[in-house]
């Protein structure tokens, strides 16, 4: 566990006193973050790596092997956050936990789980260990392909008018998609669940012992738009074991962002050290938790977390229909505004491949030589060399495509290598890949009268310069930075304060609390011309590959797909029924559909 403090000084006002802890759980560990109510600064920090990390390979309860595109959680990890990081992050701060009055969580998303009546996780349930449909499926758990592809189908068939708030398609990483995948390939698991819920609120459960759903997880990744989720007619077409599927597994009142879920019950004190009663603020999404931390809310601000992949967030006044964005929702960052998603499944994963796969073992040995990260080295060196020098143009594709085509079984590709091509070379046409996919999402908010005014990062990734401005010169405007290193994790305190009363709203605190530095990296216009010429030749093969005119990544997954299931002591691959009536029963090809991030 990694742990470290802050300055400490008493801040301005009559609450210099008053602290909330912010807990942002990510894709490998969970981080708490002491936060000072009157101004927000960030006094204490702690992080707590999960035990089980991600299990895509296999289960960890029993070592049998996960089918392709499986990825799981183990909830104990979530549990071990707030008895290791929270405390850790308090003492790290040098106050008195009696001093703190709120505590607030994001999570990624849609990372969701079915459990029992009383909350239980059906893995943690004696002689459920060992059926992988018990646990948590994370949000890059992509094996509910086809169960998307059907509700997808259905819904244009059907004319339903919640799949335009979707940029005309859902994902195969969401709660109807996962949990129909559950229905259909583990009957009994369905069965024995009587809560199918996000990580998000499922963590709150444990804080407050109250059951909630949170207004940003359901209206993004539960598809609940108006007041209302999909009918069970619906859903009863796609499946009819499925038509009671949101009244029985879903159903509790939704909550508004900043809400108080409740006070913070005894045995949660005993974990975290925090007092008994204390607020605890309704769940939250690491990427839409974070505008509030860099006080980026206003309608045009577009908010880029960036780390291993990509979230863009923004508020609008106006409600329209983006193809291929992630979703919109009333309220789903701030209250009295339209909250869009869209969002990059693969970036910073992206660079970490290349780094543990494709980098000659000279390259390491010169990054220890020098005493720099690996990363650094290849930063360093591809950022000597002039846009368009490598001849290079990338897909940002290796974890498949979020925004705006929507389609995880597409893949990456790098057109232009030849026998001169280097490891640098190669580092920065991925990075440009990344930017270019970025551009892709921003050009479809503008065509669709949604406008850009201004472009925030926030997360990992803005801590490399070369990164950043490969981003500037790609996207020809400047880039503003929040001022945070944990911007979801503030922006979860932010929440946490205005759950306990210090502040009316949101947007108060966040006038308060957070804050971001304008225009750190400006467009250099040598580079930007050329960019351009590039990524005209990214759409090019953009459109080639992800719009269907050559499909040969869909057949080459299918392909692999079919090997490996082949393979002996592979697991056994369920094939669903088809649902009893319906041409949306069938599957629609590939989904060209929407992660925090």
């Not at 009157?38 to 296999?58: I, L, N, P, Q, W």
């Not at 207004?215 to 007041?227: P, R, S, V």
Request: hydrophobic residues 40%.
């Amino acid at each position: 566990m990694t742990v470290s403090a802050h300055d400490s000084d008493e801040g301005p006002g009559g609450q210099e006193d008053s602290y909330v802890v912010g807990v942002d759980y990510g894709t490998l560990s969970g981080r708490a973050v002491v936060v000072r109510v009157s101004d927000g600064a960030e006094v204490g920090t702690a992080v707590c790596a999960y035990r089980h990390a991600v299990m895509d390979a296999k289960l960890a309860a029993t070592g049998d092997p996960l089918p392709p595109d499986w990825a799981l959680q183990d909830p104990e990890d979530y549990r071990d956050v707030l008895r290791e990081a929270v405390p850790a992050a308090v003492r790290a701060a040098g106050i008195d936990p009696a001093a703190v009055i709120g505590i607030g969580t994001d999570f990624t998303a849609c990372t969701v789980l079915p459990v029992r009546r009383d909350g239980t996780p059906l893995c943690q349930v004696p002689g459920l260990e060992g059926r992988p449909h018990a646990y948590p499926k994370l949000w890059k758990h992509h094996a509910a392909q086809p169960q998307a592809d059907r509700i997808n189908a259905l819904a244009h068939e059907w004319g339903e008018p919640w799949i335009g708030r979707y940029g005309g398609k859902i994902s195969s990483e969401w709660q109807f998609a996962k949990g129909l995948q559950l229905l259909e390939e583990d009957p009994d698991m369905y069965r024995q669940a009587d809560r199918w819920i996000e990580a998000a609120d499922w963590i709150i459960w444990q804080l407050c012992g109250t059951e909630t759903r949170n207004t940003c997880t359901a209206g993004y990744k539960g598809i609940y738009q108006d007041g209302q989720y999909p009918t069970t007619e619906f859903l009863g077409q796609l499946n009819p074991g499925f038509a009671s599927f949101a009244e029985d597994k879903l159903a509790h009142p939704v909550s508004p962002l900043g809400s108080r879920a409740g006070g913070l019950t005894a045995e949660a004190a005993g974990w975290t050290g925090l007092p008994e009663g204390i607020a605890v603020a309704v769940g939250n999404v690491d990427a839409h938790v974070t505008p509030p931390a860099a006080n980026a809310i206003a309608p045009g601000q577009m908010v880029a977390i960036m780390g291993t992949s990509t979230c863009h967030v923004m508020n609008s006044a106006t409600l329209a229909e983006v193809p291929g964005m992630c979703g919109v929702v009333d309220g789903g960052i701030v209250a009295g505004e339209y909250g869009y998603e869209a969002g990059q499944s693969g970036v910073g994963d992206i660079f970490a491949w290349f780094l543990d796969h494709a980098v000659p073992a000279d390259y390491r040995d010169e990054a220890e030589r020098r005493g720099v990260s690996l990363f650094e080295l290849l930063s360093a060196e591809a950022a000597s060399q002039p846009a368009g020098a490598h001849g290079l143009i990338a897909l940002d594709w290796l974890n498949g495509n979020r925004s705006v085509l929507v389609d995880v079984q597409l893949s990456g590709a790098i057109v232009g290598l030849t026998l001169a091509t280097r490891p640098p070379d190669i580092y920065r046409a991925l990075v440009e890949s990344t930017a270019f996919g970025t551009r892709v999402i921003i050009d479809a908010f503008s065509s669709s009268g949604v406008e850009v005014t201004e472009f925030v990062v926030a997360g990992g990734l803005l801590k490399d310069s070369f990164v950043m401005q490969v981003y500037a010169d790609v996207l020809r405007r400047p880039l503003s930075v929040i001022s945070s290193g944990q911007g979801p994790a503030l922006g979860s305190g932010i929440h946490a304060a205005v759950a306990a009363g210090a502040y009316p709203d949101v947007p108060a605190a966040a006038a308060a609390m957070g804050s971001k530095r304008e225009a750190v990296y400006t467009p250099d216009p040598a580079s930007a011309d050329v960019y351009d010429e590039l990524y005209a030749e990214y759409v090019r093969l953009h459109d080639y590959f992800g719009r269907g005119p050559n499909e040969v990544m869909h057949r080459l997954r299918a392909l692999r797909d079919r090997v490996l299931s082949a393979e002996p002591g592979a697991p056994d691959q369920v094939v669903p029924e088809p649902a009893a009536a319906g041409s949306g029963t069938a599957e629609s090809g590939h989904q060209q559909t929407p992660s925090p991030e």
